[in-house]
């Protein structure tokens, strides 16, 4: 069965270096999203991706956010430069027809800056 | 903004029990979402019924849908200690990009 894959499963950085945490979407899907969860709170929604633009993102997609589809299969989130509060587990997702269609997620990214 | 929230937060049932969670929600949607989430794990995809379905089922999971309440409730008969995690419910507001908006969540303990 297809699966969304998101490497690395657990990244360690130091306060102020970049990350990019990379997502492998379900090949046939056409809209793209990134998630976190703050260790024992819920998901938050950070950035939804369509036809190589940004359609949605949320307050905390700030400037030093950023999305890129480099290629056909790779879908990914960088932080330019990591604060404390960034440490979280990144959830990628993708779906084939936004609103409509199940949502799949990937096995998350956590993110622990020190 | 739009919130889901889920009742109870936490629920511990004996195996073999039935346990039920409640989500609300504020706005319009086109459909709504259940998750599961195993302790420091990715969300497993349980179910998602449409703003124009009442009930759905699927193996030992039953939701219902009131649009009218604007709430949903997941029921899972005969549970298992496998069955212990953290369930959410999804709703997407009506949003044309199809983002979720994830309630705070229940934590089900199924004991042995």
């Known amino acids: 069965e297809p699966e969304v894959t998101q490497t690395p499963s657990h990244q360690v950085t130091q306060m102020g270096q970049e990350v990019i945490l990379r997502c492998v979407p379900i090949?046939?899907?056409?809209?793209f999203y990134w998630y976190r969860q703050i260790l024992g709170q819920k998901v938050e929604f950070l950035v939804s991706?369509?036809?190589?633009?940004?359609?949605?993102k949320s307050e905390i997609f700030d400037d030093q956010f950023s999305v890129e589809r480099p290629d056909g299969s790779n879908f990914t989130l960088k932080i330019r430069s990591t604060k404390l509060e960034d440490s979280a587990m990144y959830f990628c997702?993708?779906?084939?027809?936004?609103?409509?269609?199940?949502?799949?997620f990937g096995p998350g990214t956590r993110l622990t800056v020190l | 903004s739009q919130q889901g929230e889920e009742d109870p937060q936490a629920l511990s049932i004996q195996e073999g029990e039935n346990a039920t969670m409640n989500c609300s929600y504020k706005?319009?949607?086109?459909?709504l979402q259940w998750y599961r989430q195993n302790s420091g794990r990715g969300l497993v995809h349980l179910i998602l019924?449409?703003?124009?379905?009442r009930e759905k089922h699927s193996g030992r999971l039953r939701v219902t849908l009131d649009t009218s309440k604007k709430s949903s409730s997941l029921l899972i008969t005969a549970s298992r200690a496998a069955d212990t995690a953290s369930y959410f419910c999804?709703?997407?507001?009506?949003?044309?990009?199809?983002?979720?908006?994830f309630g705070q969540g229940t934590t089900l303990q199924v004991k042995p």
């Open positions: 997702a993708s779906t084939g027809l936004a609103g409509r269609n199940t949502q799949y």
């Open positions: 090949s046939n899907h056409l809209y």
């Open positions: 991706f369509y036809n190589n633009e940004i359609s949605e």
């Open positions: 706005t319009s949607i086109n459909n």
């Open positions: 019924i449409r703003s124009n379905e």
């Open positions: 999804a709703t997407d507001g009506s949003s044309n990009t199809g983002k979720l908006i």
